[in-house]
């Protein structure tokens, strides 16, 4: 249970973190590292929570702006990466590079929680 509410709250923070403020993009780092500084599950898990809920949310809201421009955009962009012109592709690494950064901030609370 915690694991889900971990997903969603990251999400969420991270969501709300970035339509209503001026940070920069990587602010979701921030509230990755919050939700499990404050959430106590082991490392693993607080890395996978982090990283699927930012993957999650990156993916869907990529998939709405792209799909609102037909995929004008994204299908010319990789095209110039070394994507063979695959939308799906740069969609999925947008949401991969995301998870990633999310799923560090997130195993680097649950290790400040373990040492304290």
């Given at each position: 249970?915690?694991?889900?509410v971990?997903?969603?709250?990251t ?20 509230s990755?590292f ?18 699927l ?12 702006k ?33 998870g ?10 649950a ?6």
């Amino acid at each position: 249970m915690k694991f889900i509410v971990s997903i969603l709250l990251t999400a969420l923070l991270a969501f709300v973190a970035g339509l209503f403020t001026q940070f920069p993009w990587w602010v979701f780092a921030i509230s990755s590292f919050v939700v499990s500084a404050l959430i106590t599950q082991s490392p693993g898990k607080s890395f996978l929570s982090g990283f699927l809920g930012l993957f999650l949310l990156w993916v869907i809201l990529a998939i709405i702006k792209d799909a609102a421009n037909e995929h004008i955009l994204s299908t010319k962009v990789s095209q110039i990466l070394p994507l063979g012109g695959s939308y799906i592709m740069l969609i999925l690494i947008t949401g991969i590079i995301g998870g990633l950064i999310s799923g560090f901030a997130a195993l680097t609370g649950a290790y400040l929680k373990k040492s304290s």
